[in-house]
């Protein structure tokens, strides 16, 4: 995974928890996302544009910080 603005992504399959921590040092954690979405998420070509896209608008979240 490359990206701008992402520095890593996790994922926890038994909760389905995306952890996605930002360059800036920013953790968020989304809710119910499952594994096919985080499968994707890492295949995309740009990964920040499949989150603005696909994860922020559908999934609940939480600063995780």
Same mark, same amino acid.
């Given at each position: 995974?490359? !990206?701008?603005?992402?520095? !890593?992504?996790? $994922?926890?399959?038994?909760?389905?928890?995306?952890?996605?921590?930002?360059?800036?040092?920013?953790?968020?954690?989304? $809710? #119910?996302?499952?594994? !096919?979405? *985080?499968?994707?998420?890492?295949? !995309?070509?740009?990964?920040?544009? $499949?989150?603005?896209? *696909?994860?922020?608008? *559908?999934? #609940?979240?939480?600063?995780?910080?």
């Amino acid at each position: 995974m490359q !990206s701008h603005a992402i520095a !890593s992504i996790g $994922f926890d399959a038994a909760t389905n928890q995306l952890e996605i921590e930002y360059i800036g040092g920013d953790v968020y954690v989304y $809710f #119910a996302v499952p594994a !096919s979405v *985080h499968q994707t998420l890492m295949e !995309s070509d740009s990964v920040g544009r $499949f989150v603005n896209e *696909h994860i922020k608008p *559908h999934y #609940a979240w939480q600063d995780g910080e």
